[in-house]
T-cell receptor
Framework: KAGVTQTPRYLIKTRGQQVTLSCSPI?????VSWYQQTPGQGLQFLFE???????NKGNFPGRFSGRQFSNSRSEMNVSTLELGDSALYLC??????????????FGSGTQLSVL | QQPVQSPQAVILREGEDAVINCSSS?????VHWYRQKHGEAPIFLMI?????EQKGHDKISASFNEKKQQSSLYLTASQLSYSGTYFC??????????????FGKGTLLTVNP
């Protein structure tokens, strides 16, 4: 069974641009959540999608948005990039929900650098 | 609210034991533990549910003290492969239906020969 796939692996953008990151969950998994990882800050929750609906959202500005398609694949978009958006963006999938008894399967992430 | 992990970093020699703590100011429903090696995806270790569960995974075990809203991860007879950053993730016992896992800042564990 294929794992969680994130593309692209690396991305370099300049301030003011926008970026779209993609995540393909494990087959059969319906929940996809996104996390931002920066040195010293751990994993910051961005949002979670389940059956194409955003179920939960973290404390990030509206420049961060996402969506989920009918095949459970998810995209995350960041508009008007800022230097502080440089981070590793991790996607995780689970069968039903983000927490409770469900374990998360993480992708290897997209390393975004904003210059 | 982000759980607090301690220590921030620990260095061990092979065969030594370590304890990583995770605490929250909120009532918790569950605590999750993950390990991430440099440049790799975080890997699931275990989940503990409220009720004071204690779980084990080879020589890695964990406990959850519901009264104190604290969890501890125990690594015994550490191996080189244990090196990595350990994250605890907590889910608040809010009674709602939207579940969110909030992770701590991580504990960097280094095991030397």
């Amino acid at each position: 069974k294929a794992g969680v796939t994130q593309t692209p692996r690396y991305l370099i953008k300049t301030r003011g641009q926008q970026v779209t990151l993609s995540c393909s969950p494990i087959s059969g998994h319906r929940s996809v959540s996104w996390y931002q990882q920066t040195p010293g800050q751990g994993l910051q929750f961005l949002f979670e999608y389940f059956s194409e609906t955003q179920r939960n959202k973290g404390n990030f500005p509206g420049r961060f948005s996402g969506r989920q398609f009918s095949n459970s694949r998810s995209e995350m978009n960041v508009s008007t990039l800022e230097l502080g958006d440089s981070a590793l963006y991790l996607c995780a999938s689970s069968l039903l929900s983000t927490a409770r008894r469900e374990k998360l399967f993480f992708g290897s992430g997209t390393q975004l650098s904003v210059l | 609210q982000q759980p607090v992990q301690s220590p921030q970093a620990v260095i061990l020699r092979e065969g030594e034991d370590a304890v990583i703590n995770c605490s929250s100011s909120k009532a918790l429903y569950s605590v999750h533990w993950y390990r991430q090696k440099h440049g790799e995806a975080p890997i699931f270790l275990m989940i503990l549910l409220k009720g004071g569960e204690q779980k084990g995974h080879d020589k890695i075990s964990a406990s959850f003290n519901e009264k104190k809203q604290q969890s501890s991860l125990y690594l015994t007879a550490s191996q080189l492969s244990y090196s990595g950053t350990y994250f605890c993730g907590t889910e608040e016992d809010s009674g709602g239906s939207n579940y969110k896992l909030t992770f701590g800042k991580g504990t960097l564990l280094t095991v030397n020969p």
